[in-house]
């Protein structure tokens, strides 16, 4: 799939090089007027000078000469994000997997554990949801974004 959509031109990989070496990086997916940011970087050691605002500022100006309208950040609504103008957005995930595989099964357990969650934050007094939700972000280490 990849190489296709490389042959169309749908996935893009930006880099910023400053004497010679790439200090800011941007993977996109590009696909008509909407550019999708998948991954990005930047080299710690060039925080400072702001290389990966550098790098998304010449981005966008080239996004919006050749007719982009749209530069979805993707996961999440950081601070960050908010700075460039992003706005918070809906997303619809489709799962599916063969009736009785075992693709089926995750997906009925995961389906599971989602309305149990759910279940329990309208049930539990907030101080006990609110408990359950620190042990979670101790046990794994980060918030779970539907959590909170």
């Known amino acids: 799939m990849g190489c296709s959509f490389l042959r169309r031109?749908?996935?893009q990989l930006w880099l910023l090089e400053l004497n010679g070496a790439t200090v800011a990086a941007q993977f996109c997916f590009r696909y008509g007027d909407t550019v999708s940011i998948?991954?990005?970087?930047f080299d710690p050691e060039f925080a400072a000078d702001k290389v990966g605002y550098a790098l998304r500022a010449a981005m966008l100006k080239h996004f919006i000469e050749t007719g982009v309208r749209h530069y979805d950040f993707l996961g999440g609504f950081?601070?960050?994000k908010q700075e460039?103008?992003?706005e918070?957005?809906?997303y619809l995930n489709l799962h599916f997997a063969r009736p009785g595989s075992l693709g089926s099964l995750y997906l009925s357990?995961?389906?599971g554990l989602t309305k149990g969650k759910e279940w329990l934050r309208a049930n539990l007094p907030a101080s006990a949801w609110n408990a359950l939700h620190s042990l979670n972000v101790k046990l794994n280490g980060r918030a779970d974004s539907s959590a909170a």
């Open 109 to 111: 357990c995961i389906n």
């Open 78 to 80: 950081a601070e960050h």
């Open 9 to 11: 031109g749908w996935l």
């Open 84 to 86: 460039w103008g992003a």
């Open 38 to 41: 998948l991954q990005e970087g």
């Open 88 to 90: 918070r957005g809906a």
